[in-house]
Structures are given as C-alpha cells and as structure tokens.
C-alpha cells in the first residue's frame, strides 16, 4: 500500500518543484518574508531613534529658574527655551516652587509624536537627576552622602536555564507562533488543491479508475500535504535563523540582540519531532475537509475557521510560560506550542514531548482514516 | 461487452432520496460505438460511473465483459478505459511525465508504459508535446493527453462522458476520430453527450435516458424507422417530449 502511496506522493511533488508560483508561497514567502519583517522593522527603529536622539527640542521651563536644572537638561538633550505655546515640551513647576520643597512637575507634551515621547521620557530622567542632586546637597548640610542611605543592596540569583536567559525565553514567545502558522498555511493550499481542487477539474474520477487502491491514494495525498507542511514551517524557521544572525534583524526580534543565544542538537530533534507530528495532524485534517467540500471555496470556507483557531491559540499562548500542566499536551497546536517554548528555553520534558507527539499522531490517524473512508466511499466524488 | 440489467441509483441526502436511475438495461456490443443520449439530469453520468466502478448500483447488475462491477471492480478497471469531459488536466508535469505516473498507478511495467506512450503519441499526432508542461498546452493537445491517460493500459471497453464538452471544433475533431479509430481497432465504446449531431455521427446504438429512464434503446436506424423520424435529433426530442407527458 505505502509504495502505491510513494507514486501519489512523488507525482505531487515533482508537479510542485516545478511550480514556481506554488515553490514561492510554499518556500521563499516563509524564508524571506520574516527577515524583511524583522531587519525592516530595525532598521525604521534605529533610524526613528537616532533621529529623536540628534533633534533639537522647543522646551518651556514654567516656575523654576534654577541653572541647575537647565544644565542637566542641556547634558541629556538638545534644547532651546520657548514658550508653553511653542513648545514640544512643558515642563510646570508649581508657582510657589523652591528648589528642595516637595512639588508636583507636570509634563506637558504630545503622546502622538513618538520624538515628543523620547523628550518627555528624558525629561522624567533629568527631573529624577535633579531632585537627586538637591538631595545632595541637602544631606551634605548633616555631613551625610546619598550613599549612606542604601542600607540594603539586592542582588538577583537567576534560576532559569541558560538559553532562557540569553534571550531563548525571547525565541519561545515568537518562533512557535510564526512556525504553526505557516506550517497550517502551508498545508491549507496543497490539501485543498489535491482533493477539492481535482474534485473541480474532474482528475479526481480517472485518478479511482486504476490498479490502486483508494485507500493508498488517500495516504499518498495525505503524505504529500504533510511535506508541504513541514517545508514551509522549516522556512519559516530558517527565515528566523538567518533574522537571529543578522545584526539589525536580531535587535528588532528581541531587544539588545540574539548574540549569545545557540539551538542546541536536543532542542533542535525535539522541535524537529514536534514539527514532524503537526505536520501530519495539519495534513490529515485539511484534506479531510478537503476531500468533504465539493469545490475548493466550500473547502475554504471550512478550513479558513480552524485558521482563525490556530491564530489564535498562538496569540494567546505567545505570553505563557512552558506549562506544568500535563492535559495541555495532549491538545494539538497547544501542545505544538509549549513544546517549542520547552525547546527554546532549554527546559524540555520527555513526557510533555511523548504525549506531545503521541497526541498529535493519534489524531492525524483517526483524520487519516476518516479521508480513507471517504475515498473509499462515493461521496468523495460529489461535486454538487 | 457492457451489459446493464435493471440497474437502479439513487442518491441519500439528510432531506430526501433522488433516484437518478431507475431501473435501465442496454447492451454495448463489441467493435461498436453506444451512445448514451439525454438532457443535463437525465442520469447519464451516473449510468457511466457505475460501469466504471466508481459507483455501486442500489439494484441490478452491470458486467464488463462478463465481470461485475461491484465484485470484481479492479479486474473491471483493468479492462475499461474512462474519460470524461469535466476533466481539465493542468499542472507543470508534461504529457510523458502525466503518462509515466497512470501506468504506475496501473501497475505496468515501464518498458511496456514507454512502448504505449509512443504509439498513442503516434497515433493521436502528439509526439513533439509530449515533453511540453500540460499548462502550457492548448485545449485540443490537453486532451489528446487526456485520451492517452485513459487507453495508456490498453483498455478494451472505452467510456467517454461528454468528451466533446468544453471543445472547440478542432479538439472536436481529434476525440471524433480517435472513437472511429477505437471502433475500428473493435474496442466496445460507450459515450455519453448531448450533442446530437456528434452522436449521430458516431453510434451504431442509442439509448435516449430522461430523468433517470431509459425511453428507448437500439440500433440508430432501427429507432429512427420504428418512430419514423428522420434524424437524431428529432427522434431525441419526440421521445423526452413523450417522456414529460407521460411521466
């Protein structure tokens, strides 16, 4: 039966590699497009932030004339003295104000301009500087420092793994997010094109009038949406490995960079593994709908809800740590998901990853069993 | 030989059954060509994909050269070719790489897969396309390939539904002659088409369907003298006429 599957397999496949259209979304979309997302997106960054940081701002300093708190604001920013109404920043002191008295400073600025915001933000730091400097000086008047005011020190003892704290915790918030997505995409066109699709173009009736068995056809398509599956999601992880290496693309993936973070060979099998299940269940599924529609837009119309689902889970389990909790495992996607997040953060379970694998196996064979009924009945033929 | 006796389909759906066949028998013979006639919804399809063992008859009997459809399907399938108009192949595969792959599925070997591919080449004038990607060939060629994917295993019993819809003349053409061809190489073929002119052309034997019966069924003159009609269409039209008065 599995060589007779290997013929539907090798046939889609070869007419895949030679689609340049389909080799585009399958494979270079996921390759390239997160690095342009990412090595954009800091490119933009830094050059927002380098032009907020050489711009020269028009600030109003309303009740206090101290020099002092000129000068540290000119050692932080660029500036030059306007009046509140010309002003990119208001900084009010109250009117009865004198250096050393307990005041409230209002910030006048608009939130919409991101340059306004970097302003305000230097500001609250110089304004923290100076209430600092005038403590100084008030402390000295006793013959004590500010120092002699820090009775405690806090010092952090990090128990997390090391590729957590050298930004993997980063990785496992964003990676297996991208990765289902594109792997369900990815799946999405070849299935439905494969069976729905040939239902359309009336192949799918001479394909059931030969030797092999429909059984074997059903396998063979559904190996060959899985293949489709796991090549775009191992693009979209290449995609973000090539962004990790990139100087600019790493520091818009996580801030201060991915320098220091490796994918060991463990986490690297683990995810492999992980992948390899999804890819299956994501392949059974989609052409179960598939082979259910009777065109390719009622197939749509049927897989772009679970879709949505996928989206979704992703975005809500992107914040969530590795959970301890066993039943989640055993839920596809949500168990795709946390074992990535195990990899990445080096803190991977064996149990999660059987139950994981397990899990999403078993319900790719019940899909996988279900398409091979429905090509051995007459149903998988009904186009209206 | 196809012999259909008192065959009978219907199709379940959650609301309601519709007999799209009920009760038809007719016999294609050898070396002839039958023609299955009658309006969208006659039933015609549905007749042809049980010959094909795509689907199972509720009642009656269909063999394929004395075998059953329903307990020898693969044996049956190893004899009939089948083509049907709603086909549209496309992809990047070419014509030899689409061949290639149904004589796998057809489990032959591929000295004999190369040697056939090559006489239908010859045969349906299609040597020089045969390496050009199916979505880059025109209608006519498309289906010229789409001929030699259905006769690649040397079927004897050649069924085509509709193979001339969606043609134009000159593809038209290639399917009228290549029936002829069949015909004459004595292969028993059945077709299924609404377009009279062509079946007139090419049957020896009708059998008019109308909502899932069969009116009539025959050699074309024999029909044409017993309802004194003088052609095809004529006849057609008296007998769904009939057909609606007297359901």
Same mark, same amino acid.
Request: net charge negative.
């Given at each position: 039966?599995?060589?007779?599957?290997?013929?539907?397999?090798?046939?889609?496949?070869?007419?895949?590699?030679?689609?340049?259209?389909?080799?585009?979304?399958?494979? %270079?979309?996921?390759?390239?497009?997160?690095?342009?997302?990412?090595?954009?997106?800091?490119?933009?960054?830094?050059? !927002?932030?380098?032009?907020?940081?050489?711009?020269?701002y028009a600030i109003a300093i309303v009740g206090n004339p101290d020099p002092l708190f000129s000068d540290l604001l000119s050692a932080h920013l660029?500036w030059k003295g306007t009046s509140p109404e010309k002003a990119d920043l208001t900084i009010t002191f109250p009117p009865s104000y004198a250096p050393g008295t307990t005041a409230q400073v209002i910030l006048t600025f608009d939130s919409s301009s991101r340059k306004n915001q970097y302003a305000s933000q230097v500001a609250t730091q110089v304004i923290s500087a100076y209430e600092l400097e005038l403590a100084r000086k008030l402390l000295s008047l006793f013959?004590l420092?500010h120092?002699?005011l820090d009775?405690?020190?806090?010092?952090?003892?990090?128990?997390?793994?090391?590729?957590?704290?050298?930004?993997?915790?980063?990785?496992?918030?964003?990676?297996?997010?991208?990765?289902? =997505?594109? %792997?369900?995409?990815?799946?999405?066109?070849?299935?439905?094109?494969?069976?729905?699709?040939?239902?359309?173009?009336?192949?799918?009736?001479?394909?059931?009038?030969?030797?092999?068995?429909?059984?074997?056809? +059903?396998?063979?398509?559904?190996?060959?949406?899985?293949?489709?599956?796991?090549?775009?999601?191992?693009?979209?992880?290449?995609?973000?490995?090539?962004? !990790?290496?990139?100087?600019?693309?790493?520091? +818009?993936?996580?801030?201060?960079?991915?320098?220091?973070?490796?994918?060991?060979?463990?986490?690297?099998?683990?995810?492999?593994?992980?992948?390899?299940?999804?890819?299956?269940?994501?392949?059974?599924?989609?052409?179960?709908?598939?082979?259910?529609?009777?065109?390719?837009?009622?197939?749509?119309?049927?897989?772009?809800?679970?879709?949505?689902?996928?989206?979704?889970?992703?975005?809500?389990?992107?914040? !969530?740590?590795?959970?301890?909790?066993?039943?989640?495992?055993?839920?596809?996607?949500?168990?795709?998901?946390?074992?990535?997040?195990?990899?990445?953060?080096?803190?991977?379970?064996?149990? &999660?990853?059987?139950?994981?694998?397990?899990?999403?196996? +078993?319900?790719? !064979?019940?899909?996988?069993?279900?398409?091979?009924?429905?090509?051995?009945?007459?149903?998988?033929?009904?186009?209206? | 030989?196809?012999?259909?006796?008192?065959?009978?389909?219907?199709?379940?759906? &959650?609301?309601?059954?519709?007999?799209?066949?009920?009760?038809?028998?007719?016999?294609?013979?050898?070396?002839?060509?039958?023609?299955?006639?009658?309006?969208?919804?006659?039933?015609?399809?549905?007749?042809?994909?049980?010959?094909?063992?795509?689907?199972?008859?509720?009642?009656?009997?269909?063999?394929?050269?004395?075998?059953?459809?329903?307990?020898?399907?693969?044996?049956?399938?190893?004899? =009939?070719?089948?083509?049907?108009?709603?086909?549209?192949?496309?992809?990047?595969?070419?014509?030899?790489?689409?061949?290639?792959?149904?004589?796998?599925?057809?489990?032959?070997?591929?000295?004999?897969?190369?040697?056939?591919?090559?006489?239908?080449?010859?045969?349906?004038?299609?040597?020089?396309?045969?390496?050009?990607?199916?979505?880059?060939?025109?209608?006519?060629?498309?289906?010229?390939?789409?001929?030699?994917?259905?006769?690649? &295993?040397?079927?004897?019993? =050649?069924?085509?539904?509709?193979?001339?819809?969606?043609?134009?003349?000159?593809?038209?053409? =290639?399917?009228?002659?290549?029936?002829?061809?069949?015909?004459?190489?004595?292969?028993?073929?059945?077709?299924?088409?609404?377009?009279?002119?062509?079946?007139?052309?090419?049957?020896?034997?009708?059998?008019?369907? &109308?909502?899932?019966?069969?009116?009539?069924?025959?050699?074309?003159?024999?029909?044409?003298?017993?309802?004194?009609?003088?052609?095809?269409?004529?006849?057609?039209?008296?007998?769904?006429?009939?057909?609606?008065?007297?359901?």
């Amino acid at each position: 039966m599995m060589n007779d599957a290997l013929i539907i397999l090798n046939k889609e496949l070869k007419n895949l590699f030679k689609d340049k259209r389909t080799l585009f979304s399958t494979f %270079l979309l996921p390759l390239v497009v997160l690095p342009i997302i990412f090595i954009g997106m800091g490119t933009v960054l830094s050059s !927002m932030e380098k032009d907020a940081q050489e711009s020269t701002y028009a600030i109003a300093i309303v009740g206090n004339p101290d020099p002092l708190f000129s000068d540290l604001l000119s050692a932080h920013l660029s500036w030059k003295g306007t009046s509140p109404e010309k002003a990119d920043l208001t900084i009010t002191f109250p009117p009865s104000y004198a250096p050393g008295t307990t005041a409230q400073v209002i910030l006048t600025f608009d939130s919409s301009s991101r340059k306004n915001q970097y302003a305000s933000q230097v500001a609250t730091q110089v304004i923290s500087a100076y209430e600092l400097e005038l403590a100084r000086k008030l402390l000295s008047l006793f013959g004590l420092s500010h120092e002699d005011l820090d009775t405690l020190e806090v010092a952090y003892d990090d128990t997390a793994s090391e590729a957590a704290q050298s930004g993997g915790s980063m990785l496992a918030m964003l990676v297996p997010y991208f990765m289902v =997505i594109f %792997l369900f995409a990815g799946s999405m066109n070849a299935g439905l094109d494969t069976t729905s699709g040939e239902k359309e173009r009336g192949s799918l009736a001479v394909l059931l009038v030969n030797q092999v068995s429909r059984t074997s056809i +059903a396998w063979g398509k559904i190996l060959y949406v899985s293949v489709v599956a796991l090549c775009s999601a191992s693009a979209t992880f290449l995609g973000l490995l090539i962004t !990790m290496y990139l100087p600019s693309g790493s520091a +818009a993936l996580v801030p201060g960079g991915l320098e220091g973070v490796a994918i060991g060979s463990t986490a690297l099998w683990v995810i492999i593994a992980t992948l390899l299940s999804t890819a299956l269940l994501s392949a059974s599924v989609v052409t179960l709908l598939g082979c259910i529609a009777k065109t390719v837009k009622e197939g749509s119309s049927y897989v772009m809800p679970l879709y949505m689902l996928v989206v979704l889970v992703g975005v809500t389990t992107m914040y !969530m740590d590795p959970s301890q909790n066993v039943l989640l495992f055993f839920i596809p996607i949500v168990n795709t998901i946390f074992m990535m997040k195990e990899s990445f953060m080096g803190m991977v379970v064996a149990s &999660h990853l059987l139950i994981t694998i397990l899990s999403n196996l +078993a319900f790719a !064979m019940v899909g996988a069993m279900l398409v091979s009924r429905l090509f051995n009945s007459e149903r998988i033929l009904q186009t209206v | 030989m196809i012999e259909v006796k008192n065959l009978s389909k219907s199709y379940k759906s &959650h609301k309601s059954i519709k007999r799209v066949v009920q009760d038809i028998s007719f016999t294609a013979h050898d070396g002839q060509v039958f023609g299955l006639l009658g309006p969208n919804g006659a039933g015609k399809t549905t007749t042809l994909r049980t010959i094909a063992t795509l689907l199972q008859p509720d009642s009656g009997i269909v063999t394929v050269d004395g075998l059953d459809v329903v307990t020898q399907s693969r044996a049956v399938r190893d004899r =009939i070719g089948f083509l049907t108009g709603e086909m549209r192949l496309t992809g990047q595969l070419t014509g030899r790489e689409l061949l290639r792959f149904f004589g796998q599925l057809d489990h032959m070997a591929k000295d004999r897969v190369e040697r056939r591919m090559q006489e239908l080449a010859n045969d349906l004038e299609m040597t020089q396309y045969l390496d050009t990607p199916i979505a880059k060939l025109s209608s006519g060629v498309t289906q010229k390939v789409s001929i030699a994917v259905s006769l690649l &295993h040397e079927p004897h019993v =050649i069924i085509f539904d509709e193979p001339t819809s969606n043609l134009d003349v000159m593809a038209t053409k =290639i399917v009228s002659d290549f029936i002829r061809a069949a015909k004459k190489a004595g292969k028993c073929v059945v077709l299924s088409t609404h377009i009279l002119s062509d079946a007139q052309r090419l049957c020896d034997r009708v059998g008019i369907m &109308h909502e899932g019966k069969l009116l009539c069924e025959g050699p074309l003159q024999q029909l044409l003298q017993e309802h004194g009609t003088h052609d095809l269409e004529e006849l057609f039209f008296r007998l769904v006429q009939e057909g609606r008065e007297h359901p």
